[in-house]
């Protein structure tokens, strides 16, 4: 199992980005993917997750700024990041349970099974 991301680079504060994580090896139909982020000097934080139905659960840091999607025909998950602040800045990472219809919480990096390589992005001021 592969995941990809793709999509970083450099924005001014206030821009926007579109990542993507396509997987490989296996549909991720059934099974949460989500979708963290790591700063320079700091732990690896939980920024959104997406259920293989409609639920969506977003870090308290982002709400209302990012979205996470799915496009289950690609087998990709998307993670479309507005109003971009300094503070965003870091290596995002994109993961994937590897228990169908796991209930367990999906904030924790431990539920995850698969981790894409990572893309950064820097939000200049």
């Known amino acids: 199992v592969q995941l990809q991301a793709s999509g970083g680079g450099l924005v001014q504060a206030g821009g926007s980005l579109r990542l993507s994580c396509a997987a490989s090896g296996r549909t991720f139909s059934s099974y949460w993917m989500a979708w963290f982020r790591q700063a320079p000097g700091k732990e690896r934080e939980f920024v959104a997750a997406a259920s293989w139905t409609s639920s969506r659960i977003y870090g308290d840091s982002v709400k209302g700024r990012f979205t996470i999607s799915r496009d289950y025909a690609k087998n990709t998950v998307y993670l479309q990041m507005n109003t971009l602040k300094p503070e965003d800045t870091a290596v995002y990472y994109c993961?994937?349970?590897?228990?169908?219809?796991?209930?367990?919480?999906?904030?924790?990096?431990?539920?995850?099974?698969?981790w894409g390589q990572g893309t950064l992005v820097t939000v200049s001021s």
């Open positions: 993961a994937g349970d590897g228990t169908a219809y796991n209930n367990f919480d999906h904030r924790k990096i431990t539920t995850y099974d698969y």
